[in-house]
């Protein structure tokens, strides 16, 4: 059975973390799965929060744009999500997408029934790939952990591995540690084969 993995990152070509993301998904994708990148940076999300917290109990907050993206996030068998610290957490852009699909997880019956069955919900597997600038604060990671292993949570995906980078601010560019870049290969390899492994 194919095996269909979502790679969520920023869309930023060339920055240390869509360096990350590149070399899972080719990992994953070298472990046998198909990858589709979707960027949160360039969604318009205005709209749809405007929805779940305006005054109109009746508007829907799916555009055509995000009622796709959900569909696909339904069908997947695994999720990366890739991105940097930002104030101890994740971007605002990607916790407003993550808080999206949490109002409509809560507030749609339907749609919470059809974010995934049960029994995909015991196979579906999540990777979460981040970057922060320092080395001495041994909690920089864990906003972030917290924030992503719900967002896996609400959409039936298994926090199941990461890579976590600090002291960026040092290291500064990523290609100047391809043992970094490796690791994330290797974890999109080890993602996508037990997703596989999950199907048969």
């Given at each position: 059975?194919?095996?269909?993995?979502i790679?969520?990152?920023?869309?930023?070509?060339?920055?240390?973390?869509?360096?990350?993301?590149d070399?899972?998904?080719?990992?994953?994708?070298?472990?046998?799965c198909?990858?589709?990148?979707?960027?949160?940076a360039?969604?318009?999300?205005?709209?749809?929060?405007e929805?779940?917290?305006?005054?109109?109990?009746?508007?829907?907050?799916?555009?055509?744009?995000?009622?796709?993206?959900?569909?696909?996030f339904?069908?997947?068998d695994?999720?990366i999500?890739?991105?940097?610290v930002?104030?101890?957490?994740?971007?605002?852009?990607?916790?407003?997408?993550?808080?999206?699909?949490?109002?409509?997880?809560?507030?749609?019956?339907?749609?919470?029934?059809?974010?995934?069955p049960?029994?995909?919900?015991?196979?579906?597997?999540?990777?979460?790939?981040?970057?922060?600038?320092?080395?001495?604060?041994?909690?920089?990671f864990?906003?972030?952990?917290?924030?992503?292993?719900?967002?896996?949570g609400?959409?039936?995906?298994?926090?199941?591995?990461?890579?976590?980078?600090?002291?960026?601010?040092?290291i500064?560019?990523?290609?100047?540690?391809?043992?970094?870049?490796?690791?994330?290969?290797?974890?999109?390899?080890?993602?996508a084969?037990?997703?596989?492994?999950?199907?048969?």
């Open positions: 059975m194919a095996c269909r993995i790679a969520l990152g920023s869309g930023k070509r060339g920055g240390n973390t869509s360096l990350l993301l070399q899972a998904i080719r990992g994953a994708e070298d472990g046998g198909g990858v589709e990148r979707i960027s949160y360039h969604l318009d999300l205005e709209a749809a929060m929805a779940v917290y305006g005054t109109d109990p009746s508007a829907d907050p799916l555009s055509n744009e995000l009622r796709d993206i959900f569909r696909r339904q069908e997947a695994g999720i999500v890739a991105a940097p930002y104030t101890m957490g994740v971007p605002g852009r990607l916790k407003s997408l993550m808080d999206l699909f949490l109002a409509i997880f809560y507030a749609q019956s339907a749609e919470r029934a059809r974010i995934a049960a029994r995909r919900r015991r196979t579906r597997r999540g990777l979460f790939l981040s970057l922060a600038g320092s080395v001495n604060c041994p909690t920089v864990d906003g972030s952990v917290t924030t992503v292993t719900a967002f896996f609400i959409l039936g995906f298994h926090y199941s591995d990461d890579l976590l980078i600090d002291d960026m601010d040092t500064s560019d990523l290609r100047t540690r391809p043992d970094l870049l490796e690791s994330a290969y290797d974890k999109g390899v080890a993602l084969k037990g997703l596989k492994k999950k199907k048969q």
